[in-house]
């Protein structure tokens, strides 16, 4: 586990000197479709543009942010990870990225299980893209302020980012900026104590949700 600690450390000091003054936002019309990107990646090709292959995914049949199924399988296979039961839980990450390739709580499963396993490449694979999904979250803005927040997909993106770098949440508020809904998460460091003010840009997923 010593690399994405590595990772996600980087991450969290790209965070810390981030300067970005807005949300960073998708041209829709200039965008790769998906299935070529996923193509791409399933044929061994990792250097494709992450935040264009998430952006893609939104304009798919599959792309619903709100997923009852997909949830219940999501929340069945972090039980069958929590219960050491690695080989289950790589079966139902597989039965969600099937869906869903961008979904980052799959791709770490996948990871964690085929590390238990004895399995390096493929832990490294899906390590791999989950530090690029979760980056370049982290390079559509730097989340300190309404109008630099995270631009996101869907809510298990928010809640992912949360997950990974352990933040105990006090509190989540709702605001807006130029009439784009924001989420507003007061979180704790509990290794240091520091409070953390988050902002993740949800118009992408409001906007389906609404249609």
Known sequence: MKVLGIILTLIFIFISISFAEQTKK???????????LLKRLKKGDMEIN???????????RDYKPLN????????????????????????????ILKQEFVDMYAHYTCYYAFS????SVNAYYHEFI???????IVESG??????????IINSNEEYFFIFIYK????????TNNNGEPIDV????DPETKDSIELFFNTSLLIKQQVK
Do not use: H
């Open 26 to 36: 998708p041209d829709f019309s200039k965008l790769p479709k998906y299935e070529y």
């Open 50 to 60: 992450y935040f264009d292959f998430r952006m893609s995914f939104t304009k798919t």
């Open 68 to 95: 009852p199924a997909l949830d219940s399988l999501r929340k069945k296979m972090i039980q069958n990870l929590n219960s050491k039961e690695y080989k289950n839980a790589v079966t139902l990450a597989d039965s």
């Open 116 to 119: 238990a396993l004895g399995d």
């Open 130 to 136: 989950m530090d690029r999904l979760l980056n370049s």
């Open 142 to 151: 730097d989340g300190k302020s309404k109008e630099s927040a995270f631009l």
């Open 167 to 174: 933040l105990k949440v006090i509190e989540k508020t709702f």
């Open 185 to 188: 998460f007061k979180a704790v």
